[in-house]
């Protein structure tokens, strides 16, 4: 039994398209943004609602290509999946059921294949390892390249039988005693491996204790795995101040998910997007859906662009950008390492140099985002420099040279994608290459910048072109 290698994503993007070209602004840019669910909270949700017992209701459920593999995954593993809401609108509702106690997944074998999606590969991983079956997980030649050595390790030493020869997908998972007891992990390379053991543990014959070892990088993921955890009712204590200053986890599995309704956060990544497009345009961008009780590390990019010269108003559920002039800072994303690309792309725009650093993890990502940022804000013609975690860049205003339009290879990045179309507000002749890449997490991407006022053409395969529209009503605003 096996996922689909082809999500049905919900594709607001033309299936001819082979490049958005993103012009200079014509009109007033400005307005409100409600935000898709956060990604990164669908999948940890979607995982855990398909190990709990009873009917789990999850509302705001991002449709994108990572969580649509984990749908995928889920049903093929015994788990019922509903779209009370379908997922083809604004605002997804699913409702997922399992036919016994919860626990591990009732079906026993089967091979999967998750593209590029690290968040499904890595969760699932450790799932299906707790499942006590036989399974094979897989990616595309990038996954096959990111790093998965150390959540193996992990899960090894906690009893399980898990193989993975290259170090990096694909792995192999047989029937093995996922008793719990006590593993360390180190916390340099992703979050996504702590993340997986955690939500793994509940299924334990016995307690689980994990200790992470050095710098904990993207530490606020972890707060919402252990927030989304003990919401599902899972036991997790956690200790910040150990003896020998080490965070340490620990999961009593006599208390077991059970069945939620839960309303998806939206997304503070994608959030980020529309945060620097107020900035480098100078306009007023509201996005709702996010707000300043968020435990989402990505929503610090306000703060940086605030640094930087921007007005910003957080509320509850909302975060307001109002544009400035803006100035080169020096900045820690270690917890906020996907809005690295936005927050370059906005450098660009600014007076002096800006640093961000705390990010060496991002060599692991979708591209190598060091590398592959650094490569197209040169073709902007900005000077940028790599460094061993993070980079450096020369921001252009008040300079003699000017930013010049390029071609942006996104990579199979969706982040790349996003981040420079921003660049194109400002820039004539910035043209995105292989725009379909932002299905990965915001498959309407287009559309909600296209409903702020920006010039965003689909370039097709026989050379036509098709103007991005803004998105259509959600179902709530139909009724009304």
């Given at each position: 039994?096996?996922?689909?290698?082809?999500?049905?994503?919900?594709?607001?993007?033309?299936?001819?398209?082979?490049?958005?070209?993103?012009?200079?602004?014509?009109?007033?840019?400005?307005?409100?943004?409600?935000?898709?669910?956060?990604?990164?909270?669908?999948?940890?949700?979607?995982?855990?609602?398909?190990?709990?017992?009873?009917?789990?209701?999850?509302?705001?459920?991002?449709?994108?290509?990572?969580?649509?593999?984990?749908?995928?995954?889920?049903?093929?593993?015994?788990?019922?999946?509903?779209?009370?809401?379908?997922?083809?609108?604004?605002?997804?509702?699913?409702?997922?059921?399992?036919?016994?106690?919860?626990?591990?997944?009732?079906?026993?074998?089967?091979?999967?294949?998750?593209?590029?999606?690290?968040?499904?590969?890595?969760?699932?991983?450790?799932?299906?390892?707790?499942?006590?079956?036989?399974?094979?997980?897989?990616?595309?030649?990038?996954?096959?390249?990111?790093?998965?050595?150390?959540?193996?390790?992990?899960?090894?030493?906690?009893?399980?039988?898990?193989?993975?020869?290259?170090?990096?997908?694909?792995?192999?998972?047989?029937?093995?005693?996922?008793?719990?007891?006590?593993?360390?992990?180190?916390?340099?390379?992703?979050?996504?491996?702590?993340?997986?053991?955690?939500?793994?543990?509940?299924?334990?014959?016995?307690?689980?204790?994990?200790?992470?070892?050095?710098?904990?990088?993207?530490?606020?993921?972890?707060?919402?795995?252990?927030?989304?955890?003990?919401?599902?009712?899972?036991?997790?204590?956690?200790?910040?101040?150990?003896?020998?200053?080490?965070?340490?986890?620990?999961?009593?599995?006599?208390?077991?998910?059970?069945?939620?309704?839960?309303?998806?956060?939206?997304?503070?990544?994608?959030?980020?997007?529309?945060?620097?497009?107020?900035?480098?345009?100078?306009?007023?961008?509201?996005?709702?859906?996010?707000?300043?009780?968020?435990?989402?590390?990505?929503?610090?990019?306000?703060?940086?662009?605030?640094?930087?010269?921007?007005?910003?108003?957080?509320?509850?559920?909302?975060?307001?950008?109002?544009?400035?002039?803006?100035?080169?800072?020096?900045?820690?994303?270690?917890?906020?390492?996907?809005?690295?690309?936005?927050?370059?792309?906005?450098?660009?725009?600014?007076?002096?140099?800006?640093?961000?650093?705390?990010?060496?993890?991002l060599r692991h990502k979708e591209s190598d985002r060091i590398a592959s940022?650094?490569?197209?804000?040169?073709?902007?013609?900005?000077?940028?420099?790599?460094?061993?975690?993070?980079?450096?860049?020369?921001?252009?205003?008040?300079?003699?040279?000017?930013?010049q339009g390029a071609t942006v290879e996104t990579w199979n990045d969706h982040?790349?994608?996003?981040?420079?179309?921003?660049?194109?507000?400002?820039?004539?002749?910035?043209?995105?290459?292989?725009?379909?890449?932002?299905?990965?997490?915001?498959?309407?991407?287009?559309?909600?910048?296209?409903?702020?006022?920006?010039?965003?053409?689909?370039?097709?395969?026989?050379?036509?072109?098709?103007?991005?529209?803004?998105?259509?009503?959600?179902?709530?605003?139909?009724?009304?």
């Amino acid at each position: 039994m096996s996922s689909s290698s082809h999500p049905a994503t919900p594709r607001p993007i033309p299936r001819a398209a082979i490049a958005a070209e993103i012009q200079p602004l014509r009109v007033e840019f400005g307005g409100t943004v409600r935000l898709p669910g956060s990604k990164s909270l669908t999948n940890r949700a979607l995982l855990i609602a398909g190990l709990a017992s009873g009917r789990t209701r999850l509302e705001n459920v991002l449709a994108c290509d990572d969580s649509l593999y984990m749908i995928d995954a889920l049903r093929a593993l015994g788990v019922e999946v509903i779209e009370e809401v379908p997922l083809s609108e604004p605002s997804p509702v699913l409702v997922l059921k399992r036919g016994d106690r919860g626990g591990p997944f009732s079906v026993k074998q089967g091979e999967f294949f998750f593209g590029n999606a690290g968040t499904t590969t890595r969760f699932l991983t450790a799932a299906l390892a707790a499942s006590g079956g036989t399974y094979r997980v897989d990616g595309d030649e990038r996954m096959r390249k990111r790093p998965i050595a150390d959540l193996v390790r992990a899960l090894v030493e906690l009893g399980a039988d898990v193989r993975a020869p290259t170090g990096c997908p694909p792995v192999e998972i047989r029937p093995g005693s996922w008793n719990g007891g006590s593993v360390d992990m180190p916390g340099r390379i992703s979050s996504q491996f702590i993340s997986a053991v955690l939500m793994a543990a509940p299924l334990a014959s016995g307690p689980v204790r994990v200790r992470v070892r050095g710098d904990l990088v993207s530490r606020p993921y972890i707060v919402l795995t252990v927030d989304l955890m003990r919401r599902f009712g899972a036991a997790i204590r956690v200790y910040d101040k150990t003896a020998d200053g080490l965070p340490v986890f620990e999961i009593d599995p006599r208390r077991r998910y059970r069945s939620q309704l839960h309303f998806v956060e939206g997304d503070a990544s994608a959030a980020s997007y529309f945060f620097a497009a107020a900035a480098i345009t100078g306009s007023t961008v509201r996005v709702e859906g996010v707000g300043r009780e968020t435990a989402q590390g990505d929503l610090g990019a306000a703060d940086v662009l605030a640094e930087m010269g921007c007005r910003v108003t957080k509320e509850r559920d909302a975060v307001q950008v109002v544009g400035g002039i803006l100035r080169g800072v020096d900045c820690d994303c270690a917890d906020m390492p996907d809005v690295v690309p936005t927050l370059a792309v906005a450098a660009a725009f600014a007076r002096g140099r800006t640093r961000i650093r705390g990010v060496p993890h991002l060599r692991h990502k979708e591209s190598d985002r060091i590398a592959s940022v650094a490569s197209e804000l040169r073709k902007l013609g900005v000077r940028v420099r790599e460094l061993d975690d993070g980079l450096e860049v020369e921001g252009t205003l008040g300079r003699e040279e000017t930013l010049q339009g390029a071609t942006v290879e996104t990579w199979n990045d969706h982040r790349i994608a996003m981040a420079f179309s921003v660049a194109g507000l400002v820039v004539p002749g910035v043209v995105i290459r292989d725009p379909h890449v932002v299905t990965k997490s915001f498959p309407s991407f287009f559309q909600a910048i296209a409903g702020l006022g920006a010039n965003v053409d689909f370039v097709l395969a026989d050379g036509g072109r098709v103007a991005a529209e803004p998105p259509p009503p959600s179902s709530e605003e139909r009724a009304r």
